[in-house]
């Protein structure tokens, strides 16, 4: 098996590019695919590396890239779009997939995939980024300490960061959409920020409202905690206004308000810079409790999440490209385990009295 080389989909994304710049630090030599040469070519040139041109609806040349490699980085959203039909070329070429959503429906989808992959001898994982990574980790070191927990509650915040282009657009086309939480193990629909509660991170405390997160699906796998719920920092201002969401929910969903708040963000930054970058942090708060009222509580202070979700990919594609996978569908704390999170660079972990 090839050591360094591997297909990243996406790549002239703002993550993608970011991914691609961060290879070589981890001795990796992606190929750079997506649907435009414009945009791939000057990236490719500028770092040494090769490029692949295709769209994903274009089947024979997806099977054509994915069988000269063993493994696929998707960082191509919305992947409630493009997970799909990367996940069936990856089952049809044996090549191992992972992605960086955060899209509930996208983790449920894969999880119908898990004994093809097993067939195939290859592992799918999503959620190799910010989505989920800290939090699938945080989820299982406070599991592993209090193994009856029965509630798992998450919550995560940024210290000056901002939204790329992609996730912006995966929020906005999902405007105006239930939330969810799971409840005796079940997902569940639930208004958009229905609980709120203020979380101290250590380094500032702040308000979050719960939101439709990724561990809802990946934390139940991981730590087979039945009750779940998922926080994200908003202003108390914004979850007050929600409670009137059932009379403007409708507007949300309508082709005219999503199409306008997609060209605004077409017309922002793609992301953020370098510095801003540098000055961000990425705050996740967790807390387990059990059937006695008893609870734990834990902390993880990173870098900004688009710099976690670089190196974390980055690190599970060298776990992979070196042999150290598990072949079908896949977790990343629950394959790599809680401290997977601690091989990022910048980032601490403590537990909370």
Known sequence: MDKSGFLLYGANGYTGTLIAKMAS???????????????????ADSLGLTYKVFDLDDSKSLDAALSEVPLVLHAAGPFKFTAKPMIEACIRTKTHYIDITGEIQVYEMAKKFDAAAKDAGIMIMPGVGFDVVPT?????FLKERMPDATDLKLAFASLGGRLSHGTATTMALGAGEKSAVRREGKITGVPLGHKGMWVDFGLKKLFVMTIPWGDISTAYT??????????????????????????????LRTSFMRNRELAK???RPAGPSD?????????????????????LQGRIIGPDGYTITAEASLLIAKNILEGNFKAGYQTPAGCYGADLIMEVKGVTRELLD
């Open 25 to 43: 630090a981890f001795g990796l030599k992606p190929i750079l695919a997506g649907r435009r040469a414009d945009a791939l070519k000057p990236l």
């Open 136 to 140: 699938d980790c945080m989820a299982l």
């Open 222 to 251: 991981t730590t087979g905690i039945q009750n779940i719920e998922t926080y994200t920092g908003a202003s108390p201002k914004t979850f007050k206004m929600l409670k009137y969401q059932g009379l403007f929910n409708w507007i």
């Open 265 to 267: 963000i077409k017309s």
């Open 275 to 295: 510095e801003q970058r540098a000055k961000s942090r990425a705050l996740v708060f967790g807390e387990v409790s059990n059937a006695t009222g008893q609870k």
